[in-house]
Each structure stands twice: as C-alpha cells, then as structure tokens.
C-alpha cells in the first residue's frame, strides 16, 4: 500500500515509524529542515508544497492509496485532502487541532454535503480520540486497558497483578474466573505473552480478560476491584484534553475538580463547565495537592502539555495516597517507563492516532478490531465461510498461541470452551500477538 504523509512533524514521524516496513510511506514538507529526522527511515522524501504543479503530476502522488494530511494547520490539511481528491482515487485522512475546524467538516458533511466534505474521507481530532481513551479508564475502576466489540457486547479489560491480588503467584489453573470470562495475555516487563495453564501470574504482571461485560464485571468485582466505586476525580491541565474530559465527566455524578495554572484559562473553563470546581494552581505544587485533598481521590489525571510536569503531577499524588493514576505522555516508548516508575496508566495522544489508523483505516481489509499493549498484540475478526467443517474448539490446532476469545452467532455472544462446537458463518474474535497474525489468518483460509 502507497502511503503520502502531508506534514512533517512529531505526528508524522510516529506514523511513518508504525508504517514504513510494510508500506510504501512518502513525506511531504515544503520545509527541508523538518524532513531531515526523516532521512533515517526508509521513506520517500519530497520537499515541496503540496499546492506545488510538479507534485500534482508526480506519479508515486497519483497512485497513492491512503493520504494523510497532518500538519500543524487546520486549513493546509482540509485543502490538502481536497486536492489529493482531484489528482488521486486515495483514501483521505484530515487531522484537525481545533474544535471549530471538526464542527465545520461535520456540519459540511451532513447538511450540505459539500465537495469540501466529500474529499475528506476520515477525521481525526487527536484530543477528542484522547478524552475517549481516558474516560473509559476513569470509568471502569483499576482497569488499564479498556476495549469494546460487537456493539459492546464483548470487551477486553485489562488489570495489573498487585500485592494484594487474589491471582498473585498462582498458576492459572489453580484460578477460578467465571464462565462468561478467558484470560487471553499476560504482560510481563513490557513483553507481551499468551498464558497456558501453568502460567502463574506475578507482581506488576498486567493481566489481559475477555469476555461479556456482565462476565467481566464480576471478575473484576471479585479479583480486582476491592475499593469500590469510582466518586472524585482530580484533572490537572485545562487544556483542549482537559476540558474535553470535564465536559464528559460533567455528564456523570462523579464529583470533578480541575486544576489550571493559567488565570484567563480558568476565567474561560469556567463559563463552559457547570459542575466542575476550577483550582487556578500549579498541579506540581504539594502543598495544594495536601490542601485540597488530591490524595484522596479515585483517579488522578495529568494531561499537560508537558511530560516532565505530567510525572511530577502524578507522582506526588501517587505518594498521597491517589488510588489510580492516569497520565498523559508525548509518545509510546515514554508510557513504558512513566508506568514502571508507578503511574497506572501512561497514555500517548499519538500512539491513539496510529491505533485509529492502522485498526480503522489501513488494516481495516485485514479484520483487525483493536491492537493493545503498544502494538504487541492484536484482536481479530476472523468470518468462517459456508463449508467450514464443524468441529468442537478443542479440535481447532492452531499454529501459533492464540485464544480465540469470543464466537459471534447470528446475535449471540458465546464465550467458548473447549466443547464449544465452532460452525460454518460464525464469526471469531482471536487474540494474538501481532507477530502471528499472518499465520493465523493463512490458517483459516484453507
């Protein structure tokens, strides 16, 4: 597949690093300055405008199948996307930093259906793919990863092994969990494994669930959850994330309070949020965090602009006793070390945007639903056709570890055992690690 990337910048860099081994990846950049961290990976690089007469006629630019617009400007990315339409049959793919920009392309596209609207084919709003990361880990208590399948039928949650846990140092045979639930990974030092029965779970593990939501949580009331509900939550940085979030989190009965180190911002926060308190401080101030009991918050959440402010936000309220931590970082490879440090959860406003990508847009022919852990595993959407042969689970060898999670029937959800009988035109969902993936479909093809 032929990828044009308009833009260079940090978020061009993350998705030419995710792409550039399997596809065919062009950069764009009238700015030959922002293109030279470009030359280390194996990309194409034109320098020019993408207005530019030369380019227009370029053929590796015809023949693209995916264009990407990700500059720093709103209006350069719509225009880009438009043009891309007029010269190329590819597929559009528009980044927009503001919400007045988002809100324009949606009412373009639905109300008037405007030739504007109709070359934009996908619209990515980074900070609005932020706030729904977030809130679904405020939402579900101790959890550190959080996805939904088949019409939020079906789910994936995942939980870090603890000194108090039920499941610490026991095997996996010796566990009981409910019907309605199958462990699918295990996480350990950052690598990424699929567990058997004598796999044990240790401390700092991160342990990877499927299964019904209903399943789930009593799981999770039983084995993970002890410390009820979450009631009070701690937001630091107003930002566009922030108050994003606020405005989700308004909609619940979570009591929310925001703290913003800049006056004319909490002026502004506080004429759109109707519920939330609003804390003009430094979130990296102890003595306010002492004052105004963030210690005793279920969830802190740290979303600056900065990664650096970001730690020192969550740790000092970690250390005050903050029962989850959620923490904002620039990149994936940061997460990793923000979370062995004692963040719960370190989350990348880039690495969601290659996630939507890869799972929405490039990979969509290839049934993946979801990656977790970073890229190192992948839940996929396996259809058997009309002459699949039944046969009992037990009775499917597959050539890699996987779990094959969830069997989609006509509107039923089944969570399978080992009888479970597997039929012609069911529908699986197989968890693997990304590297299998090819085997396991070259599998079901036969």
């Known amino acids: ?21 399997d596809h065919d990846v062009i950069v764009i950049d009238p700015n030959q300055k922002n293109l030279e961290p470009f030359s280390k990976l194996d990309v194409g690089i034109i320098c020019a405008d993408f207005l530019d007469v030369k380019i227009l006629k370029d053929k590796d630019v015809n023949s693209a199948d995916v264009f990407i617009a990700c500059s720093n400007n709103d209006e350069s990315n719509i225009i880009a996307c438009l043009v891309s339409k007029q010269v190329s049959s590819a597929q559009t793919i528009c980044f927009v930093q503001k919400k007045e920009s988002m809100e324009s392309l949606n009412s373009l596209k639905e109300e008037y259906k405007s030739t504007y609207a109709k070359c934009i084919d996908n619209i990515i709003w980074p900070q609005k793919l932020l706030v729904q990361e977030i809130f679904k880990l405020i939402t579900i208590p101790e959890a550190v990863d959080v996805e939904n399948f088949a019409k939020g039928r079906a789910r994936l949650l995942e939980y870090r092994i603890k000194e108090d846990s039920e499941l610490l140092n026991k095997k996996l045979k010796d566990c009981y969990f409910n019907s309605e639930v199958l462990v699918v990974g295990i996480v350990r030092n950052d690598e990424l494994f699929i567990p058997n029965g004598n796999s044990s779970f240790y401390l700092n593990d991160k342990v990877i669930l499927m ?31 922030g108050y994003g979030l606020a405005l989700e989190l308004e909609k619940t009965s979570m009591k929310l309070k925001l703290i913003e180190s800049d006056l004319e911002r909490c002026e502004e926060l506080s004429l759109n949020l109707q519920k939330t308190l609003i804390l003009n401080a430094s979130g990296t101030s102890l003595e306010l965090l002492e004052e105004e009991d963030v210690g005793r918050s279920d969830v802190v959440v740290a979303i600056t602009n900065n990664d650096e402010k970001n730690l020192l936000c969550s740790l000092l309220s970690k250390q005050l006793g903050a029962k989850k931590v959620i923490t904002r970082v620039s990149q994936g490879t940061t997460a990793n070390l923000f979370e062995r440090v004692g963040v719960d959860v370190a989350i990348s406003q880039r690495e969601a945007c290659v996630n939507e990508i890869k799972n929405r847009i490039i990979d969509s022919r290839a049934d993946v639903l979801a990656t977790v852990e970073r890229g190192q595993g992948e839940i996929l959407e396996i259809k058997l056709d009309k002459d699949f042969k039944p046969k009992p689970l037990y009775e499917i060898k597959m050539p890699v570890p996987c779990v094959i999670a969830i069997i989609k029937r006509e509107s039923k959800v089944i969570i399978p055992k080992g009888k479970t009988q597997i039929n012609p035109l069911d529908t699986l969902l197989v968890f693997t690690k990304t590297d299998d993936v090819a085997h396991i479909k070259e599998y079901f093809k036969r």
Do not use: H, Q, R, W
Request: proline share 2%; charged share 20%; hydrophobic share 50%.
């Open 211 to 241: 299964g019904t939501p209903i399943g789930l949580d009593i799981a999770a009331n039983e084995l993970f959850e002890s410390k009820g509900k979450v009631k009070k939550i701690a937001v630091i940085g107003g930002g566009s994330v």
């Open 1 to 21: 597949m032929k990828i044009i990337i308009y833009g260079a910048n940090e978020m061009a860099s993350s998705i030419a690093v995710e792409f550039f081994e």
